[in-house]
């Protein structure tokens, strides 16, 4: 890529040459006697050098300098050059670097502007069918969800430290055939994301996942998560939350976060966890039992056999409201082989089991699992690369009562850039 654009710059600037041009060079010209004059003709015959812009080589016609710089440039950006010819090559490359520098450096900036942003992110194609029964009343609702997301995130670099960060989310919803109102654009993330060795910070609008994938919360956050240690990995975050999806039992509103997250690679099959998630708000007095109730979550991540991964967490919440309400939880999978993104025809298979009480989460990554306990199971399938395809089925029951059951099948393409 550098060559080509090098190569670019630098037949665009000999197509600009001029005679008049030259004269006001600040380099001195090169005499026909020179000895890189004649090796430059050399390179010529042999096709390696094609002179000015117009392919040709004017070898009656004094050179300057930076007229030689030129050539040499276009010819470096060849490929599959003889060796005589290369050596010829680096040999001019030496006696005139300076003069290549100076247009090295032009060229040079042009490409870091240029890669200094980069762009990654996603589309998916959601359909989901899901049935929730009441056995009590007899009852039961049915809904589908045909939706299509796509995700953007830009990576800026300032420094060798620090980058801007921005994820944007458009979601649009395929069930209706209006252009008004099927649609929702909005950031998920903004921040500033600083790395000095083993000390990493994230400050801004974070789209945030607890360590556990998201079991106990995904969820937009304005703050800063703060991540160090070496063997024992910290993540300690200050924070606030808002966002209108959250349930009514976190108080509806904006509310102050604060998480520490521990790691720790026990050995080199296993990883152990642990968590405490404080909220704050005076609300949650209501509807939790205390304005700063606290989430609290021990979990690993081991491989047991070859291609067979096994994970577990348990969650535990405080401050309950009443003596019935459940405020334990437990979240367990198992995973077969994994697929890769860049290697069509690779899959894998899983099987989950989530007993999420409502008290023990702040916002799940997966909804279905809230305020249920059962079982999931699943595969992913890569037919081209970048694009993986994911079947799921759930089914549930609600923890506070096991006569309302749930059960979900949703199919998803997703294809990453």
Request: net charge positive; with cysteine; proline share 3%.
């Amino acid at each position: 890529m550098k060559k080509t654009v090098f190569a670019l710059a630098a037949g665009l600037l000999c197509a600009a040459a001029s005679p008049a041009l030259a004269a006001n060079n600040p380099f001195q010209d090169v005499p026909k006697d020179h000895w890189s004059y004649d090796a430059v003709t050399q390179l010529a015959a042999d096709g390696i050098l094609e002179g000015y812009g117009d392919g040709n080589f004017r070898g009656n016609q004094a050179l300057t300098r930076y007229e030689m710089a030129q050539m040499i440039a276009r010819a470096m950006a060849k490929e599959n050059i003889p060796a005589a010819d290369q050596n010829l090559l680096d040999k001019l490359a030496a006696e005139y670097q300076d003069e290549l520098k100076n247009l090295g450096v032009r060229v040079g900036n042009l490409e870091r502007n240029a890669d200094t942003t980069k762009f990654s992110g996603y589309l998916y194609l959601r359909e989901q069918n899901q049935h929730i029964k009441n056995k009590h009343t007899g009852k039961s609702t049915r809904s589908t969800v045909n939706r299509a997301w796509f995700d953007l995130i830009s990576q800026s670099q300032v420094n060798k430290n620090w980058k801007v960060v921005t994820e944007t989310n458009t979601i649009v919803d395929l069930n209706k055939d209006k252009t008004d109102d099927t649609y929702d654009l909005y950031f998920a993330s903004m921040f500033a994301d600083g790395t000095y060795g083993k000390f990493h910070t994230q400050l801004g609008r974070i789209d945030n996942f607890s360590q556990d994938g998201g079991v106990v919360m995904h969820n937009p956050i304005s703050g800063g998560k703060f991540t160090f240690g070496n063997k024992l990995r910290t993540t300690l975050t200050a924070a606030r939350v808002s966002c209108s999806s959250l349930p009514s039992l976190n108080s509806g509103e904006s509310f102050d976060f604060g998480a520490a997250e521990l790691a720790y690679p026990a050995s080199k099959a296993t990883n152990l966890y642990g968590a405490f998630y404080q909220l704050h708000d005076d609300k949650f007095k209501a509807t939790r039992g205390s304005e700063s109730p606290n989430i609290y979550t021990l979990g690993f991540r081991s491989t047991i056999a070859k291609n067979l991964v096994l994970t577990g967490y348990y969650l535990k919440a405080s401050d309950t409201t009443a003596a019935h309400t459940k405020d334990t939880g437990w979240f367990g999978a198992l995973e077969y082989r994994r697929v890769k993104l860049d290697q069509p025809g690779t899959w894998s298979l899983y099987t989950k089991y989530a007993n999420i009480p409502e008290f023990t989460q702040i916002n799940l990554d997966t909804g279905h699992f809230r305020d249920y306990k059962g079982f999931e199971v699943g595969g992913f399938y890569i037919p081209a690369k970048n694009i993986r395809a994911h079947l799921r089925y759930y089914y549930g029951k609600n923890v506070e009562d096991t006569a309302i059951t749930k059960n979900l099948v949703r199919g998803e393409v997703r294809i990453f850039f």
